[in-house]
């Protein structure tokens, strides 16, 4: 008997999230990107239902993910015996012309979930998303509520106090859930390689080559790296200055890029 | 290497951010690109290169240079890795410092050369010292703006030192920084020459992460009763002790208790969950338990009470004033309570209790919180989370709070709030002050099948979750309304339609209403459910004779079988068993507690709210 290490804290206090959320807020889904995160995530989920996930879990789909993430998601939804949903995304024609081109792609999946949430009716969103990530998402809150628009107005956030969160919404407005906040991307990659959590190979190199964050095929790109394994991939990360999501061209077409996708509702 | 999460506070424009940019520089932790992409967004806004848009990263927050939101930055030195939660300084952005300094190991207070300690400062040490912070770690910044650097630091400290002590807090260090410059942050420079203490990054290098007690009572709030395979999961956190598989829990405040018979951290079994652990448990009996409820070992129990002494910040946009109702959220409980008494407000000026009319945005109150429902809280086990809580105003949390004592268990002194009626109430109202509509539960079986035993369990578990409940038995009522009957088909019908009557009264004026009677005819309960036809609930307590009879609490089977009573059920006059109940307790094959925990699930479920 010993006390929780550094990583047991972190999942215990997802997965008490997870249960405030399911407990808290209905009806609920999960959006699953098939990354590391959301993934690791939905491992999470399982643990925290004992084995089930009692909730949709939800692919917003523009078709134009990776090969390779899609076969990634049909083997795990077969083995995990996953309740999922594809949600295809409006074209490109459909969204806001004045974000900058990748924006415009990254918009799609906006578009997506607010079509998504208008028909289902849910009132809570779970999210993988990390505050390391990306300095807007770092100001985030674990419960974060968005007008029935699916905006988000940062200036106005309610209080989070110790682990009380805010959950009641209006009819028509929703909650996102974002019970990753706290995690940093290595966190992640320790997380999956003692939990031996499966994962899409575009991680690895291949060719002095991996994908650090996987976003749609024509709007991400690999970075420099010899990390084949997780172990390595560690390694690499204990040392780099580089930002994650260097491979996102949405995030830095221009310096209001990404603020302005999630202040109208991206993820 | 250890993980320390530290917030900063200090006055609006300190330089805070300014420290954090200036601290990951530095540090070596931001890329060529990412300096170059600072001096460009700088060089837009007109300013030199500004070290605090590594952080304020929304577009208001580098037009106007200040910080609007709680941000979160991670530092890497080589033996620690610190989260740096950089909270704004602006007053009406409260609940921001707040929500942040909610979550973190130590604090970290910025204090400008130029200003010294302002009134926002001291308003964010009282929150420190109300979220139990003993110490801080304190900077001088903005040395470069004066002309005799270390004169104007010692002055500084000594403010800084005096203010502290005022409010019983120590300062770990007072370190001389000029962030601008670099000097004192990571390495010393000119303005700090003079210095001989550490510099920010090796004061902070000595902050430890807060480690939570092993040994204390223990404490497993309930989030969810799950059910898998025919198995109730009851689903939680340990938040304080260790809890063992074979061990006997006592679930607060309703007092229930039963024995720990397997502990689930799926995919596997475990023998004990320490502190801190979300994980599942299964009973050995079926005894009620339902979100909110707080599991512990019979000899160290929460307190229980009905009215709540307590500190809260106040951060709703509207006042509060005595008497206005809430809801509070304590652990995974919500339960209402109205605001009894403002006893006073800290004034962050002097430090100096004040009489106060009402809380406004920002204000430190020590307030009465009164409830129907008996509270179960902990008033010195900080790990605990139903030692702290939140109110919440039209779904909306409005304040943090900290539960300095519980008082009033038996009596519920000032919880029960009375005006005096008028013949104007409409049911309506007295739905919205009980929190539930009125209802009539009638339990009928045979005599001693355990109605009276069970609707006595559950009256006591409703009355502690501040319903307004009331037993009418049989027996009882037998000695005072329908003294004059007897049992005959006859008398026994109008016994049932006099109780069914009353019963309709009380459910009319609010009231959940548990009837324990034999009423052995079919008819007479089809009678008593016309009396209240849109809330009557028929419940069938089923005890076979034998066991019944094997019971005879009165002896009266014995008596009837002796041929000493005419008309006795069961053995001399029938019982017809309803063909169509609601629901059926079995109290031949489960335990009384257990046919309790049932009805309760019920009447909990089938109430209107």
Request: charged share 25%; net charge negative.
């Amino acid at each position: 008997m010993s006390r929780l290490d550094y990583l047991d804290e972190l999942e215990a206090r997802t997965i008490f999230i997870l249960r405030e959320a399911f407990s808290c807020v209905s009806p609920l889904a999960m959006l699953w990107s098939i990354g590391k995160d959301s993934t690791a995530l939905l491992w999470m989920v399982r643990k925290a239902f004992l084995g089930e996930v009692p909730f949709p879990v939800v692919l917003l789909d523009t078709g134009m993910e990776f090969e390779e993430v899609y076969a990634f998601r049909d083997r795990l939804v077969a083995q995990w015996e996953l309740p999922v949903a594809n949600e295809l995304c409006p074209p490109e024609s459909t969204v806001d012309q004045t974000l900058p081109p990748a924006a415009r792609h990254a918009a799609r999946k906006t578009a997506g979930l607010r079509a998504l949430i208008a028909r289902e009716g849910y009132r809570g969103i779970l999210l993988g998303i990390r505050r390391d990530e990306q300095a807007i998402r770092a100001k985030e809150r674990i419960f974060s509520p968005r007008n029935a628009d699916g905006s988000w107005d940062p200036r106005s956030q309610p209080p989070e106090l110790w682990d009380y969160y805010a959950y009641d919404v209006p009819d028509g407005a929703h909650v996102r859930i974002h019970p990753l906040l706290h995690w940093t991307e290595l966190d992640i990659w320790r997380y999956t390689l003692r939990e031996q959590i499966p994962y899409v190979s575009l991680y690895l190199a291949q060719d002095g080559k991996r994908y650090r964050s996987l976003g749609e095929s024509n709007i991400t790109f690999p970075i420099a790296s010899n990390a084949d394994t997780l172990e390595k991939i560690i390694a690499e990360l204990e040392v780099t200055r580089e930002p994650e999501r260097a491979g996102r061209a949405m995030d830095s077409e221009s310096e209001d890029a990404f603020e302005r996708l999630r202040t109208t509702g991206y993820m | 290497m250890k993980n320390v999460r530290i917030v900063m506070v200090g006055d609006v424009d300190a330089g805070k951010s300014t420290i954090l940019g200036r601290l990951l520089v530095d540090l070596g932790l931001v890329t060529p690109a990412k300096l170059e992409e600072l001096e460009t967004s700088s060089s837009k806004r007109g300013v030199p290169i500004e070290y605090s848009f590594l952080l304020d990263a929304f577009q208001l927050e580098r037009d106007q240079a200040i910080t609007l939101d709680l941000t979160r930055i991670w530092v890497r030195t080589p033996d620690a890795e610190f989260v740096f939660v950089d909270a704004p300084g602006h007053r009406e952005l409260i609940r921001n410092l707040l929500s942040g300094a909610s979550e973190v190991d130590a604090a970290v207070m910025v204090v400008a050369a130029d200003e010294g300690i302002t009134q926002q400062t001291r308003r964010q040490a009282l929150f420190l010292r109300w979220f139990g912070f003993a110490n801080v770690l304190v900077a001088i910044n903005k040395l470069d703006l004066a002309d005799d650097s270390r004169a104007v630091y010692e002055a500084r400290a000594a403010e800084v030192r005096s203010f502290l002590d005022q409010l019983g807090m120590q300062a770990r260090a007072i370190v001389p920084v000029a962030a601008r410059r670099g000097d004192g942050i990571v390495k010393p420079g000119p303005l700090t020459a003079w210095w001989q203490g550490p510099t920010l990054i090796e004061a902070l290098g000595t902050l430890e992460r807060v480690q939570v007690r092993e040994d204390g009572p223990l404490r497993f709030v309930v989030q969810d009763v799950y059910r898998r395979e025919g198995k109730r999961l009851i689903a939680g956190r340990v938040e304080s002790g260790i809890l063992e598989r074979g061990e006997h829990l006592t679930f607060w405040p309703l007092q229930t208790g039963a024995r720990v018979v397997a502990i689930h951290d799926w995919p596997d079994e475990i023998e004990n969950a320490v502190t801190g652990s979300s994980i599942a448990i299964e009973l050995d009996a079926r005894v009620f338990v339902d979100r909110g409820a707080v599991g512990s070992r019979a000899i160290d129990a929460p307190e229980l009470g009905h009215v709540a002494q307590t500190t809260v910040v106040w951060l709703g946009v509207d006042p509060v004033r005595a008497g206005e109702p809430l809801r509070m959220r304590l652990g995974a409980r919500e339960i209402s309570v109205t605001l009894q008494r403002i006893e006073e407000s800290i004034d962050p000026d002097t430090l100096e209790p004040r009489e106060a009319q009402e809380l406004r945005s920002g204000d430190v109150g020590v307030v009465s919180l009164v409830s129907r429902e008996l509270i179960a809280a902990d008033t010195n086990l900080p790990e605990s989370s139903i030692g702290r809580f939140v109110l919440v105003r039209n779904g909306a949390i409005v304040a943090g709070g900290q539960i300095d004592a519980v008082v009033g268990h038996n009596r519920g002194e000032g919880a029960t709030n009375v005006v005096a009626m008028t013949s104007s109430v409409e049911r309506i109202e007295r739905t919205t002050r009980n929190g539930h509509a009125g209802g009539v539960f009638w339990l009928t079986g045979l005599p001693s099948a355990g109605k009276s035993t069970v609707a006595m369990a559950v009256q006591r578990m409703l009355f502690e979750r501040g319903r307004q409940v009331y037993v009418l038995d049989g027996d009882t009522l037998r000695t005072s309304l329908n003294v004059d009957l007897g049992f005959s088909d006859e008398d026994r019908s109008e016994n049932v339609r006099r109780t069914a009557a009353v019963a309709g009264v009380f459910a009319d004026a609010g009231f959940i209403v548990i009837c324990a009677l034999i009423s052995p005819f079919s008819a007479d309960r089809e009678l008593a459910r016309a009396a209240y036809p849109n809330g009557f609930h028929e419940i069938y307590v089923s005890c076979d004779l034998v066991t019944a009879e094997g019971r005879d609490v009165k002896g009266h089977y014995g008596r009837a079988r002796r041929g000493e009573l005419a008309h006795f059920t069961g053995v001399s006059s029938p019982y017809e068993i309803p063909n169509n109940p609601e629901l059926v307790v079995d109290t031949a094959s489960h335990r009384i507690e257990e046919s309790a925990a049932q009805l309760l699930e019920y009447v909990e479920a089938h109430l209107v709210k």
